[in-house]
């Protein structure tokens, strides 16, 4: 018996109903249509719905509701799990939604639910605004903040979901609400964190921070020599960091476009969230005297640009397996294993980032949004990019190698948003463990609230019981 999918009058009547483009098997866009950010996520659906309006949205989920069919909601495309896309069911793509509409005198950012980050950085900068965000700009914002949201701003002000105000939903069963500190209050704790469990949010209200349009930031870069000393200096210079200083460490093997050589190294990146300049330079310049970088490219970069520098590493097509865990030591056991799976592996492409935390994000009490586990002081992403199949079984060895590794170390808290797909026979990551007793709990009662049925299951999902 073949899977749910739909028939040739249920995708013709969809047709009729939405103003957006459908496209299905045999259309010549189809396979542009189908395809994701991951290429290992390799999926066939009945239908991709090209919203072109929210009553298109509303039009798409009356369809799976209605002949039963798996729904899965794309925003930029690059959930690493592929939940932007589904087998046999209809994919409602957001793409076309994608308005971002600036208020610059109350500091505010309204960006409809297809938009990627570069939407949103290209409508606030003009205004020497900023709304928190990640560091690739084609990500969509709609997985990012549902998800949480982390970047070069997340210890002055917190994650994406801190900063959301409120968001305009399509529930499962067609209504229009919207969700904030005083109206749904509970789908609005949800939606930070929880991911697209509860609906579709066709558009989320940011507060907006000034920045930019110059910000201090860089790289202080060390050859794999220097990696133990590089390794101690961070423990002791994140340990007094203020909040304007945000820290992302990369152990990888440059691409030949960096003209870095063909040996690993250990990139600090940071981004310094003030004006005041002279302090930025202060606080680089401890760790500078701590463990003096073999190389540096420091100074005032565009944020606009800055947000996009790492773009081209990472293009839709690459294969990828990612896997994130959250950790408080840095002592000599950790930074051995740091540094012998940072020299082990060569392969670009391949490579492991340290978030430093803390600061605004830390401080958000745990029960205010869905997001969990705020007490950690890092977090480890390893993560694999690659063209050719044939590599897949190696590069997933290596992230879950230095995964499995860390394991000992890890305080329990994992980034949904960073976790890949597990094979048949590997353990998936389990929202159970992830949110925690308390808080699962709470999400179970919102899904049943608003999603009885569990519609939006094709995400890191949450059902109903
Ligand atoms: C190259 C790359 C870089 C990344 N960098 C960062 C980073 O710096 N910081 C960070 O925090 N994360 C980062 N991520 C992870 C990213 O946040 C997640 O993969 C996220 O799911 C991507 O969102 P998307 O909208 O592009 O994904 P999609 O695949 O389009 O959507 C993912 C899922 O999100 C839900 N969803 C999306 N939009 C909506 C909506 N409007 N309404 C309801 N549900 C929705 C759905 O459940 C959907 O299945 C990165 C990912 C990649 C691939």
């Known amino acids: 018996m073949s899977a749910p999918h739909l028939v040739q009058d249920q995708l013709d009547q969809l047709r009729r109903r939405v103003d957006g483009a459908v496209t299905a098997p045999g259309d010549p866009e189809y396979d542009e249509a189908r395809t994701v950010w991951n290429a290992m996520i390799d999926r066939r659906p009945s239908a991709v719905v090209r919203a072109a309006d929210v009553d298109d949205v509303v039009s798409t989920i009356a369809a799976a509701r209605d002949h039963g069919l798996d729904l899965a909601i794309r925003a930029g495309g690059h959930n690493v799990a592929g939940n932007g896309t589904v087998d046999d069911g209809i994919v409602l793509d957001l793409g076309d939604l994608n308005g971002v509409t600036v208020d610059p005198d109350n500091a505010t950012v309204r960006v409809e639910g297809g938009a990627t980050l570069a939407d949103v950085d290209a409508a606030t900068q003009p205004y020497g605004l900023a709304v928190p965000l990640g560091v690739v700009s084609a990500t969509g914002v709609g997985g990012l903040?549902?998800?949480?949201?982390?970047?070069?701003?997340?210890?002055?002000?917190?994650?994406?979901?801190?900063?959301?105000?409120?968001?305009?939903?399509?529930?499962?069963?067609?209504?229009?609400?919207?969700?904030?500190?005083?109206?749904?209050?509970?789908?609005?704790?949800?939606?930070?964190?929880?991911?697209?469990?509860?609906?579709?949010?066709?558009?989320?209200?940011?507060?907006?921070?000034?920045?930019?349009?110059?910000?201090?930031?860089?790289?202080?870069?060390?050859?794999?020599?220097?990696?133990?000393?590089?390794?101690?200096?961070?423990?002791?210079?994140?340990?007094?960091?203020?909040?304007?200083?945000?820290?992302?460490?990369?152990?990888?093997?440059?691409?030949?476009?960096?003209?870095?050589?063909?040996?690993?190294?250990?990139?600090?990146?940071?981004?310094?969230?003030?004006?005041?300049?002279?302090?930025?330079?202060?606080?680089?310049?401890?760790?500078?005297?701590?463990?003096?970088?073999?190389?540096?490219?420091?100074?005032?970069?565009?944020?606009?640009?800055?947000?996009?520098?790492?773009?081209?590493?990472?293009?839709?097509?690459?294969?990828?397996?990612?896997?994130?865990?959250?950790?408080?030591?840095?002592?000599?056991?950790?930074?051995?294993?740091?540094?012998?799976?940072?020299?082990?592996?060569?392969?670009?492409?391949?490579?492991?980032?340290?978030?430093?935390?803390?600061?605004?994000?830390?401080?958000?009490?745990?029960?205010?949004?869905?997001?969990?586990?705020?007490?950690?002081?890092?977090?480890?992403?390893?993560?694999?990019?690659?063209?050719?199949?044939?590599?897949?079984?190696?590069?997933?060895?290596?992230?879950?190698?230095?995964?499995?590794?860390?394991?000992?170390?890890?305080?329990?808290?994992?980034?949904?948003?960073?976790?890949?797909?597990e094979a048949a026979g590997h353990r998936a990551v389990d929202p159970r463990t992830v949110f925690g007793p308390a808080t699962y709990e709470r999400l179970v009662e919102v899904k049943r609230r608003y999603d009885p049925r569990n519609l939006f299951h094709v995400n890191h999902n949450i059902p109903p019981g």
């Open 145 to 421: 903040t549902l998800g949480g949201g982390v970047g070069w701003l997340t210890r002055p002000y917190g994650l994406t979901a801190d900063n959301l105000l409120s968001a305009e939903v399509v529930t499962a069963d067609g209504e229009r609400l919207t969700a904030g500190p005083d109206e749904h209050a509970d789908l609005f704790w949800g939606l930070r964190g929880g991911g697209g469990n509860f609906g579709v949010v066709t558009a989320f209200t940011f507060r907006a921070h000034r920045h930019g349009p110059e910000v201090f930031s860089g790289n202080l870069v060390y050859g794999q020599d220097r990696w133990p000393e590089a390794w101690a200096a961070l423990e002791r210079w994140t340990r007094d960091l203020p909040d304007e200083m945000t820290m992302i460490t990369t152990t990888l093997t440059p691409p030949p476009a960096m003209e870095m050589g063909s040996d690993p190294l250990l990139v600090v990146g940071f981004a310094w969230a003030s004006p005041d300049r002279a302090a930025g330079e202060a606080v680089v310049g401890r760790l500078r005297e701590a463990a003096p970088p073999d190389v540096e490219q420091v100074g005032d970069n565009r944020w606009v640009e800055w947000q996009s520098v790492l773009d081209g590493l990472v293009p839709k097509g690459v294969r990828a397996y990612w896997r994130n865990a959250s950790f408080d030591r840095l002592d000599d056991e950790v930074i051995d294993v740091l540094t012998r799976r940072g020299r082990e592996q060569t392969w670009v492409g391949t490579a492991f980032d340290v978030h430093h935390l803390g600061g605004a994000f830390g401080r958000v009490p745990e029960d205010t949004t869905a997001f969990p586990n705020r007490s950690a002081r890092f977090w480890i992403n390893v993560y694999g990019f690659w063209d050719d199949a044939a590599a897949d079984d190696d590069r997933v060895a290596f992230v879950r190698g230095l995964s499995g590794d860390m394991d000992e170390f890890a305080t329990g808290g994992q980034y949904l948003n960073f976790q890949g797909r």
